[in-house]
C-alpha cells in the first residue's frame, strides 16, 4: 500500500499531506539553522564525503559507498566508513568494529561495508564521534558517510545523492506522504547524482549493479545463480523488488519470491520454514551478513558490485585531490 501510495498511484496520500507539511518544515528549519550559522555543524581534521539520497527505500547507497572505497584504497589512500548503524544496537557508542562484531551491535550495512572493503569502521547516532573514533584508532585519509546527507551536524566536503533510476521521486512529497526526506531541489546543491538502473540524465553519473556468482553461506562454494534450482527468494533491503527482477534478467529459476523488511532481523526457524522441500534459498548478501551464523546447506546469496559510467571520473579526481 505504502508503495502505491508513494509512487502517486493512489489518492491516499491525500489523508497524510498535514504530516508530511509539518515533516517539511522541521526538515527545512533544521537545515537552515546551520546554513544560517545559528547551530555549528562539527569539521573533522580529514576530507568527508557523504554519500546520502532524498528518498527513504533502498537505492543502492551502501554498494555506491563500496565502490567508493575500493576504488580510493587502489589509489593508496586510508578511508574510514561512519554510519548511523540502523538495525543494530551496541552497548555502547561509538562501536568501531572488529572481526567479532555482530549485525545486532552494528547493523547490517556496517558489517557488510567492513567484510567486503577491509576499511575501518565505525557507528554512532552522533557521526561527529564515530569519526573521532576511527581517527583515534588508526590514521585515515578520508572519511565516508554511509547515509547521513541530512545530518548536519557533520560538516562535510562533499556530497553525493544516489537515485533510483527507476522509481526517482515518486509523488514528490515529504514523508509520509510520499518518500521524500528532502524536496527533488536539493540536488542543485550536491556535487554529484549518481543514478542506480533506469536511465541518467544530463549531468548525472549512470550506475548499475552487477551480480556475481552466488555463494553458499555455510561452505563458501560459488557457482553461476543460474544454475542453482529451484529457488526461492528473499530480500530484506529497501527495494526486495529490484533484487527479484535482477534474478529474473539473470535466468534464475525462482519459484518463489519473500519480501522482508529493510534491516529485518532473522531466526533459524522462520528461514528454514521457506523451504519445506529443501529448496535453495537465495538471499541478498546484505541478508546473508546476519545469518552466517546457524546457516543451512542450501542457503546461499548474491552478491552485486556497482559498476559506474566514465563520468564518475571527475569525481574520483575531485576526491582525491582533496586528499591529496
Not at 555506491?64 to 551496541?90: D, F, H, M, N, T
Not at 547493523?107 to 576499511?119: F, H, K, M, S
Not at 518463489?256 to 531466526?267: E, G, I, M
Request: a positive charge; charged letters at 15%.
Amino acid at each position: 500500500m505504502i508503495e502505491r501510495i508513494w509512487s502517486g498511484r493512489s489518492p491516499l496520500y491525500v489523508l497524510l499531506l498535514p504530516f508530511s507539511l509539518l515533516y517539511g518544515l522541521i526538515a527545512t528549519l533544521i537545515r537552515l539553522s546551520y546554513l544560517l550559522g545559528l547551530r555549528r555543524a562539527w569539521r573533522a581534521p580529514v576530507p568527508v564525503v557523504v554519500v546520502g539520497n532524498l528518498t527513504a527505500g533502498g537505492n543502492g547507497k551502501t554498494p555506491v559507498v563500496i565502490w567508493l572505497v575500493e576504488q580510493l584504497q587502489r589509489q593508496g589512500l586510508r578511508v574510514g566508513v561512519v554510519s548511523r548503524g540502523y538495525g543494530g544496537k551496541a552497548a555502547h557508542y561509538p562501536l568501531v568494529l572488529s572481526s567479532e562484531t555482530t549485525t545486532q551491535e552494528a547493523g547490517d550495512e556496517p558489517v557488510l561495508i567492513a567484510q567486503r572493503t577491509g576499511a575501518p569502521v565505525a557507528v554512532s547516532p552522533v557521526r561527529s564521534e564515530a569519526v573521532s573514533a576511527l581517527l583515534s584508532a588508526a590514521p585515515l585519509d578520508l572519511i565516508i558517510t554511509d547515509d547521513g546527507l541530512q545530518h548536519y551536524a557533520l560538516a562535510r566536503d562533499i556530497e553525493i545523492v544516489v537515485v533510483d533510476g527507476v522509481r526517482r521521486f515518486g509523488n514528490g512529497w515529504w514523508l509520509p506522504a510520499g518518500p521524500m526526506r528532502e524536496r527533488a531541489g536539493r540536488l542543485r546543491q550536491v556535487d554529484a547524482v549518481i543514478v542506480n538502473g533506469g536511465k541518467a540524465g544530463k549531468g548525472e553519473i549512470a550506475m548499475g549493479l552487477q551480480p556475481g556468482a552466488a555463494v553458499n553461506l555455510k561452505t563458501g562454494a560459488s557457482m553461476p545463480a543460474s544454475a542453482l534450482s529451484p529457488v526461492v527468494a528473499m530480500a530484506g533491503i529497501g527495494h526486495p523488488p529490484r533484487f527479484f527482477a535482477t534474478l529474473r534478467q539473470h535466468a534464475v529459476d525462482v519459484i518463489r519470491t519473500v519480501p522482508f523488511a529493510d534491516h529485518q532481523a532473522y531466526s533459524e526457524a522462520a528461514l528454514t520454514a521457506l523451504t519445506p522441500n529443501n529448496e535453495t534459498l537465495l538471499m541478498t548478501e546484505k541478508d546473508a551478513v546476519k545469518c552466517r551464523a546457524f546457516a543451512h546447506d542450501n542457503w546461499w546469496y548474491l552478491p552485486v558490485d556497482a559498476h559506474l559510467s566514465a563520468s564518475a571520473e571527475p569525481l574520483l579526481q575531485k576526491i582525491i585531490a582533496l586528499c591529496r
